[in-house]
């Protein structure tokens, strides 16, 4: 079947450095992409999606970059902080099958003072 | 505006019992889901409904029932509780045409 899967699964960056979580996806008709934050005990929270006809996009400290080419997904976070301690979830779509998704297993970013 | 609610956000059972989780949104949105969070592993999905009235499996159905009761509520029944059941469950719920699932606070199961 189709998946969703990480390069890394934990990343420890220093405060105020920037941070990049990678996702790597197998199905080449999917066409739209989301990040979520899942702080622990909580729902996962979006962060930044991307559709397949761009291969950047922009956020509030956070971008999404899109290489279709190799499939690969990245979620870049400029001067990281403390609240961003979390597991970032990548989730793929493909439009044929409706409104659902397919996330990867995560990767739990600490951020060290 | 509560978004996703879920209850109850602990659970114990035995081998054997059955429970129901049960899901609201206030959010009028037509799209419910059920998924799974097992560590290590992403979100799964076990159930969902397309809107009121008609419910789907997802990739993991075993040992599962749902229930959309109205547009609002969206329940899972675990009618035969198996260890391999424990997990954190997570409702959520996205509007038609939309691209963003919002997720309720999950619940967590624990069956010994």
């Known amino acids: 079947g189709e998946s969703v899967g990480l390069h890394l699964p934990t990343l420890s960056v220093q405060e105020g450095d920037n941070s990049i979580i990678n996702c790597a996806y197998s199905?080449?008709?999917?066409?739209?992409f989301i990040w979520y934050k899942q702080e622990s005990g909580k729902g996962p929270q979006f962060i930044i999606d991307?559709?397949?006809?761009?291969d950047k996009r922009q956020g509030q400290r956070v971008t999404v970059l899109l290489n279709k080419t190799v499939k690969h997904l990245s979620l870049q976070i400029a001067a990281t902080q403390p609240g961003d301690s979390a597991v970032y979830f990548c989730?793929?779509?493909?439009?044929?099958?409706?409104?659902?998704?397919?996330f990867g297993p995560g990767t739990r970013l600490s951020v060290l003072p | 505006n509560a978004g996703v609610t879920q209850t109850p956000k602990f659970q114990v059972l035995k081998t054997g019992q059955s429970m129901t989780l049960q899901c609201a949104q206030d959010?009028?949105?037509?799209?419910m889901y059920w998924y799974r969070q097992d560590p290590g592993m992403g979100l799964r999905l076990i159930y969902y409904?397309?809107?009121?009235?008609?419910?789907d499996k997802g990739e993991v159905p075993n040992g599962y029932n749902v229930s959309r009761l109205n547009k609002r509520e969206f329940s899972l029944r675990l009618e035969s509780a198996a260890p391999s059941q424990t997990s954190v469950y997570f409702c959520?719920?996205?509007?038609?045409?939309?691209?963003?699932?919002?997720f309720g606070p999950g619940t967590r199961l624990t069956v010994t």
């Open positions: 409904s397309a809107s009121e009235g008609t419910t």
């Open positions: 959010m009028n949105h037509n799209s």
């Open positions: 991307i559709r397949s006809n761009m």
């Open positions: 959520a719920s996205i509007t038609q045409g939309g691209d963003e699932q919002y």
């Open positions: 989730a793929e779509r493909e439009w044929n099958y409706g409104q659902n998704f397919v």
């Open positions: 199905n080449s008709a999917s066409d739209y």
